[in-house]
């Protein structure tokens, strides 16, 4: 939590710093990179994506098709008492369909449907060649439990509160969102673009497979960003996101909300092409456990690029990847693609 408030005080004073020194452009940035935490003790949670503050014009469609696959090795249990034993070898994949309505002038309505994967995958060669690579390989975890596995269990006091051995796929949770934009920096050209958001995700996941909580969540979030020196877009935004316990974790004391945050940058080579570099990070919503995959908040960087047709201005295509730099309460990796279409 406190690193969350950090990266929330740094994002508001960078942001105030370019509205104050910035000044009004025609280029506009893609935004940041429309990328969630794909860890399976989060994947079940509301999670409200990262965003630009400007919201689709009134009387007008947008639909985001995204792709992302995150590969996760998680093996960590409690010293001594192991009263904590959790050990997750999987490759998560989410293909997200975001259809959006500007139902007023400065206020736009969604709806987020995704489709979820979780299996043994097929990046396992690619990370540990990574890892070598860069030498930042992952301790322990990946010599004992191997390429190419599917794991995903979590032993708590002897209890087996999630235990799978078979690859599972389908709809997860729908989340309907509203996004109302509050400041417009091409009027109030020292000011930044201003957002207020809202989230409810609804159980349509099957909460069995665990691609779903079974339960209702709730999210609120404001959103920043400013155009500086007509090339550079800073984003920043934070977000409170109220969840409910899944049954099948009734036994732990889990906190019922949970903080997250973006911070980042767009560089707009041409006002066509563009490359984006961000922050993010969440709290955890467990309980003190001993293990970094529980306790520890996540935090990831990720590097994108994007690019708008010539002749199509409204549709857009950008790919990305996101590192965790802390712990193993995010992915090792993640890679993202998507193609948006306004009409």
């Keep these: 939590m406190p690193g969350i408030a950090i990266l929330c005080f740094l994002l508001f004073c960078a942001t105030d710093t370019f509205a104050k020194t910035g000044s009004a452009s025609q280029w ?5 990179i429309p990328i969630r935490n794909q860890m399976p003790l989060y994947l079940f949670y509301l999670q409200m994506e990262p965003d630009k503050a400007g919201v689709v014009e009134q009387d007008k469609f947008e639909i985001d098709a995204d792709y992302t696959v995150s590969n996760v090795t ?21 293909i997200t369909l975001d259809l959006k309505y500007g139902i007023y002038e400065n206020a736009e309505i969604g709806l987020e449907i995704p489709y979820l994967s ?19 390989t992952t301790p322990r975890s990946r010599i004992r439990q191997g390429s190419y596995n599917f794991n995903y269990s979590f032993i708590y006091n002897g209890q087996n509160l999630i235990k799978r051995t078979n690859a599972s796929d389908g709809l997860g949770d729908v989340v309907l969102k509203a996004k109302y934009q509050m400041l417009e920096e091409d009027v109030y050209w020292f000011l930044p673009n201003m957002s207020i958001r809202t989230a409810v995700k609804f159980p349509t996941g099957d909460k069995k497979s665990l691609l779903g909580s079974g339960e209702l969540d709730y999210g609120f979030g404001l959103l920043l960003d400013k155009t ?10 934070c977000n409170f996101i109220i969840i ?4 099948f974790f009734s036994v732990l004391n889990l906190k019922r909300n949970m903080v997250s945050g973006i911070i980042g940058a767009e560089y707009l080579f041409t006002q066509r092409f563009s490359m984006v570099a ?10 003190s456990s001993g293990t970094n995959a529980l306790d520890e908040s996540a ?23 996101t590192e965790n730099i802390n712990s193993a309460s ?4 993640s890679l993202n693609t998507g193609w948006k279409v306004g009409f």
């Design 28 to 32: 506009r940035g893609a935004g940041p």
């Design 74 to 94: 998680v093996s960590c249990f409690t010293p001594v008492s192991s009263l904590y034993n959790i050990n997750i070898d999987a490759e998560v994949s989410r």
């Design 118 to 136: 979780l299996s043994r995958g097929y990046l396992d060669g690619f990370v540990e060649e990574f890892e070598k690579t860069v030498g930042a």
């Design 228 to 237: 500086f020196s007509e090339k550079i877009t800073v984003y920043a935004g």
């Design 244 to 247: 409910e316990k899944p049954s």
């Design 278 to 287: 961000q922050l993010t990070g969440n709290s955890t919503p467990y309980p």
């Design 299 to 321: 935090f990831d960087v990720g590097l994108g690029l994007n690019y708008i047709w010539k002749e199509k201005q409204n549709v857009s295509w950008h790919l990305a990847f």
């Design 330 to 333: 995010s992915p090792d990796v």
